[in-house]
């Protein structure tokens, strides 16, 4: 049986025997050597995993989902977002929320009760849609395909292979080397996901997944697993016959770790799902704007139409802001930040960091293509930052505001503020 630990952004993980808690736990010595060797590969990769706190101790940083190890522990890492108790139920909601998001994923719930009872790690919620998505996928009938084979029978069968039937010797000659079609559904996509079926049915520890698997793996015994999945997953077919396989896609390739904006690299394939959180609330922002823009506004993300300066007859530091909002007379900049800032802290500047007012700064005097732009800061909403702050004003009409945008209640709170081109009429104001 596989040991589950359940933690959050900046837990403390430890071999010492502690009393476990989401900000606190305690691993084996293998899993805690192998999350040394982990993080040391993300480090070379110029990404922090982990920060070593003694010889016996480490520091989670700031990344969510799950990672299993090679001795059978599996790590669930969830947001710190809310401050009430654990909120374990609470956290994986919102960590299966922004996921949905960022990777455009579409879950198919029975109904929203069965979606609050479903209380469950990242993994057996993702294994748990593939699955759902296998099922429906199977009984509306899996998509078969002719295969050219070539062999020697004591009869004919199909075309008779005239050059190598030639080339018989003496002796063979009563044989036939023939070639015939054979209708099988061994073909990119059904390999693909018996191989994901395969790995859900070792990993899961739900008894109703488990069982699911199991039934699913032998309706699809014939079909072989994919032993070259990146050439597999080029070959993907978006015809018309093979529109009911769009909706599966994206669930088989988060579960064969292809579509992983942190992919955990090695020999080992455990279930490892991991997520930059700011790259989440980033992606979560973006979506909910694209959803309100007023028509004539339009947002790009990650431009890069200008660079911090020109060096030598080229130029140098592209500027990229999370986000742009450009309508015919007026442009917008946005930034998204995860991290808490505090509104009763105006002695401390509000907890503000001075690097991302220089780097709103920089924007703002770079992308002038429309005249001086309005730049947001956005932070997520909790009990420290409940309203927008007070207008920063860089001067030359250039100011900046800070807004809070609210997860659980999906509103970007004091919008009006920055007259963003957004329906304020569809979402209702956190309270």
Known sequence: MKATVTIREYARLTTAEVEPTLDVAQLSQSAFDWLCELSASFSRNGATLLQVDGRHALKWDSYVGVVETPCGTRLEILPKHHEQGDCLLKSRQLLRKLIQQALQLKPRDASVASLELFDAPLSEWVMGQFLT????????????????????????????????????????????????????????????????????????????????????RAMLAEVPASRQVNQDLRAWSRDRLMAHYQAIKPWCELILNQQMPIAVSGEWRGMSLLFPMEKLFECYVE?????????????????????????????????????????????????????????????????????????????????????????????????????????????????????????????????????????????????
């Open 133 to 216: 998505e296998l099922d429906l996928l199977v009984k509306r009938g899996v998509r078969f395909d002719y295969q050219r084979i070539e062999e020697e029978q004591r009869f004919l069968r199909g075309q008779l292979n005239v050059v190598a039937q030639m080339r018989q010797p003496p002796g063979r000659q009563h044989h036939f080397q023939i070639r015939h079609d054979v209708f099988l559904p061994d073909r990119a996509e059904n390999r693909l996901l018996k191989l994901a079926l395969e790995l859900v049915a070792k990993s899961t520890q739900d008894a109703a997944n488990w069982r699911l698997a199991n039934e699913l």
């Open 287 to 431: 979506g909910w704007l694209r959803q309100r823009l007023l028509p004539g506004a339009n947002l790009t993300s990650q431009a890069s139409q200008h660079h911090l300066c020109a060096h030598d007859s080229g130029k140098m530091f592209c500027l990229k802001p999370d986000l742009l909002i450009d309508t015919p007379e007026q442009r917008w900049i946005l930034d998204t930040k995860w991290k808490r800032i505090d509104s009763g802290k105006p002695e401390k500047n509000y907890d503000l960091s001075q690097i991302d007012f220089y780097q709103l700064f920089a924007y703002g005097h770079k992308y002038r293509d429309k005249g001086v732009p309005q730049l947001v800061l956005i932070y997520p909403y909790w009990s420290g930052l409940r309203t927008a702050l007070p207008v920063f004003d860089f001067g030359e009409d250039m100011r900046l505001w800070v807004l809070p945008f609210d997860l659980d209640a999906d509103c970007l709170v004091d919008a009006e503020k920055a007259t963003l081109p957004l329906n304020l009429a569809s979402f209702a104001r956190a309270s």
